[in-house]
């Protein structure tokens, strides 16, 4: 799914990535750790194309990585941001608006899919119709995921997913979204139980 | 109808003895802007006692050409002062913004002094000078508020965009927010204005056509249409300034360019 060889990234004089190749298949739960500016975000970055300075070859589902086939590999993504603090002033902002872009229209989910993913999130409906500056930074999270899932995109990046969450809806988010056959999933995390339930975990604390 | 009350040379000195005003509170509050209150009323005079000189000879020749060599010299220096006031480099905004401000004029001019007042000859110095003079005066402020609103916020925000494009958003999905809120920005003030105008303020142009004996109702339709295409290049000039811009200030991955900050 995801193929990247020969990666060089530096940011002036530091070396983030240094010849780094990795694969990861169809399906793949990948987990990225490692500590503060080791690269963890800057992968994340780098397959959605917030980094256009690097070296290397990187292609995603058979297209590489450039600017002509950057629409289309970001068709491909659902993102989940580090930062929930998205400049929105309503909760239903936050959720629906992936579903206004033209490329989502179809995907805007129906009342029982909602139903379904906040009863799995551990989260009431009626959070809807608050204000974002209403919900705790864990509810923010829980939303911004549940949008992500329902966008079923076929790779969903998500930077420190279970950050904010507790321990018991941690277990039950990350249940779930791991659980999601067929979705390529790359989660930079230092949750343990997120890099337990993940197929492969790149520890980015060694040298790339 | 009566004639008008010249200005005499000592009364113009007492009229700018009212400056004292603004520069005594701008010294008391220690604001830093004193030597640019100063330097910027002194710019006025001589620039209006130089166009008033030129405007004089401009109008007696009336030569188109020389009309419209003007007009792109007024539309570069609104340019240059458009983007001094940004923040933004004069590299990747020169160009869009003077074509977007050319543009603008050019469609409003010749729509108002054309099918409007149906002039026999639109490049007529009397109408074109003094009208795109109104109307690039006017678009600055517009131009400014919103390059100010439309860049600065991405740059700002720039989690919220690029939560837009990875979640499947097209670049024009994705601007499209930012967009309006600089329209909002640069237009909600001219809004305000337009509906209270009459009412509470009455505008320079029309008193000014009023002073110098013109009848009422004359300066008042022409301040109507004025305030209508004032309006309509201000939106114009806005709208193409982001667009034409969007080429240069973004990478080819639609990334904002930092380097289109001269502070950042």
């Given at each position: 799914m995801i193929q990247i060889q020969n990666l060089f990234i530096t940011f002036g004089n530091e070396?983030?990535?240094?010849?780094f190749s990795l694969n990861i298949k169809k399906g793949e739960k990948i987990a990225i750790s490692g500590e503060s500016g080791k690269g963890k975000s800057t992968f994340l970055n780098l397959l959605t194309g917030f980094i256009s300075d690097f070296e290397g070859d990187v292609f995603v589902d058979g297209l590489e990585l450039n600017p002509k086939n950057i629409y289309n590999i970001r068709k491909k993504y659902a993102w989940l941001p580090?930062?929930?603090?998205?400049?929105?002033?309503s909760v239903k902002d936050l959720f629906f608006t992936p579903f206004n872009f033209s490329l989502n229209k179809e995907k805007r989910p129906e009342q029982k899919q909602i139903d379904d993913i906040f009863t799995a999130f551990s989260?009431?409906?009626?959070?809807?119709?608050?204000?974002?500056?209403?919900?705790?930074g864990g509810q923010k999270q829980r939303v911004l995921l549940a949008s992500c899932v329902l966008q079923k995109k076929a790779i969903l990046l998500l930077d420190?997913?279970?950050?904010?969450?507790d321990k018991r809806i941690k277990k039950r988010v990350t249940d779930h979204i791991l659980g999601l056959k067929n979705t390529t999933i790359i989660a930079v995390t230092h949750d343990e139980y997120w890099m337990k339930c993940s197929d492969k975990v790149i520890s980015l604390d060694k040298d790339n | 109808m009566q004639d008008v009350f010249d200005i005499n040379y000592l009364r113009l000195f007492l009229g700018y003895a009212l400056m004292l005003i603004p520069i005594g509170i701008l010294w008391y509050y220690k604001t830093g802007l004193v030597k640019d209150t100063i330097i910027a009323t002194l710019r006025m005079t001589v620039q209006l006692l130089l166009v008033g000189l030129y405007l004089e000879y401009i109008f007696k020749l009336n030569n188109a050409w020389l009309n419209i060599a003007w007009l792109i010299i007024m539309a570069t220096l609104a340019t240059s002062t458009i983007i001094r006031r940004t923040g933004l480099k004069y590299k990747y905004f020169l160009a869009p913004i003077l074509i977007s401000t050319l543009i603008s004029i050019l469609i409003i001019d010749a729509y108002f002094?054309?099918?409007?007042?149906?002039?026999?000859?639109?490049?007529d110095a009397r109408y074109l000078i003094p009208i795109t003079g109104m109307l690039l005066g006017n678009t600055i402020r517009n131009v400014i508020i919103s390059l100010n609103a439309f860049y600065n916020r991405i740059d700002d925000e720039q989690n919220l965009y690029r939560w837009y494009l990875a979640n499947g958003a097209t670049r024009k999905e994705a601007l499209l927010p930012f967009m309006r809120d600089a329209l909002k920005k640069a237009f909600n003030p001219v809004i305000a204005n337009t509906a209270i105008m009459g009412l509470i303020s009455l505008p320079g142009m029309m008193t000014g056509q009023i002073l110098g004996g013109s009848n009422p109702n004359v300066a008042v339709k022409y301040q109507i249409m004025l305030m209508i295409t004032i309006f309509s290049s201000g939106i114009l000039n806005v709208l193409l300034s982001i667009r034409f811009s969007n080429r240069f200030a973004f990478?080819?991955?639609?990334n904002l360019r930092k380097e289109i900050f001269r502070m950042k």
């Open positions: 070396h983030i990535y240094e010849d580090q930062e929930t603090a998205l400049n929105m002033q989260l009431d409906e009626s959070i809807l119709d608050k204000k974002v500056k209403e919900i705790s420190e997913p279970s950050s904010a969450l | 002094l054309g099918i409007v007042i149906k002039l026999d000859n639109v490049f990478d080819h991955y639609g």
